[in-house]
């Protein structure tokens, strides 16, 4: 069980890892908002009968009781985090996009710390710090003495106010508690469609320039990265607890890199020096993490 486990986390990671490659080739034909707008239309096309086939839900009364959470949910996990991610890969690589994503364990337990007043250890403190270092080689190139004289790539800027919101999210999700969770996933997504529908007109689509590839990638975003992981990382989850699933984060940048090697996209050595300083620090913050009980190891998340 343990050995399938692991395999389910690694597809998981593995289909994230290209969200951020195609997600790169995806900015090229469409708007950021198109993107986030068409990547949850055929997530729901999926997410909508299996949500009715495993957990049967009563969609109206779930929503008349919890319209509000749901609402503000959409709004930080599909509007804007998703706008964000893909209009940062316009202007930034996907192996960057992937490295700073890899804080997102990190600030979580941050901002877990001020607000829910959760107690860190020195090992998580430790791992924060060499994280923290890490995307700093990479955002400054290697060179941290620029660190306040650099002009940052304006696609790292958004990606990290993208990662700052998905701890937001993430902070905010446990409170919806008693929804079933691809039921939750398939109503925040469906309320983040919507509210993303009034702004696909601030940034129109140009048919023209769209290829068959380019709707291949918007197919896999949907399919792979918002349904895939989303079941695989939960059934993983069950199988091995919240801590140790966590670890598998480690691998995102690492299956970003290697995609994008093949595809023919190039890696500097500041980016390896910080990438593997920045998965050392998620091992870190890793090591002697608070035990969650097995409902708060269940809490639903949407995909990175």
Request: with cysteine; proline share 4%.
């Amino acid at each position: 069980m343990k050995y399938k486990a692991w395999i389910l986390l690694i597809l998981a990671n593995l289909f994230w890892s290209g969200n951020m490659i195609f997600g790169k080739f995806s900015s090229t034909e469409f708007p950021a908002v198109w993107t986030a707008f068409l990547r949850w239309v055929v997530a729901l096309i999926l997410l909508i009968p299996i949500a009715q086939f495993i957990e049967k839900p009563s969609w109206f009364q779930i929503w008349k009781k919890n319209r509000g959470i749901i609402t503000l949910l959409a709004a930080l996990a599909i509007v804007v985090y998703s706008y964000l991610m893909y209009a940062s890969l316009e202007f930034t690589s996907a192996a960057n996009g992937a490295l700073i994503n890899t804080l997102t364990p990190a600030l979580i337990m941050l901002f877990s710390l001020i607000f829910l007043r959760e107690k860190v250890s020195t090992f998580q403190f430790i791992g924060l710090i060499t994280s923290l270092i890490g995307v700093l080689i990479v955002l400054t190139k290697g060179n941290l003495l620029q660190l306040f004289f650099t002009h940052y790539n304006k696609g790292d800027a958004l990606m990290f106010l993208a990662v700052l919101c998905w701890t937001a999210y993430s902070l905010v999700v446990k409170k919806a508690k008693g929804i079933p969770p691809i039921t939750l996933v398939a109503m925040i997504a469906i309320v983040g469609t919507i509210l993303l529908i009034p702004f696909l007109f601030m940034q129109p689509l140009q048919y023209k320039e769209v290829t068959s590839f380019g709707i291949m990638g918007i197919i896999y975003l949907g399919v792979f990265p918002a349904v895939g992981s989303f079941i695989f990382w939960n059934q993983g989850i069950k199988m091995l607890g919240a801590g140790k699933a966590g670890i598998t984060m480690n691998l995102l940048p690492v299956f970003t890199a290697i995609i994008a090697v093949i595809l023919g996209q190039g890696l500097v050595i500041s980016q390896i020096v910080g990438g593997l300083l920045t998965i050392a620090g998620m091992i870190l913050t890793s090591i002697k993490r608070k035990q969650v009980s097995p409902e708060k190891s269940m809490t639903p998340q949407l995909n990175p």
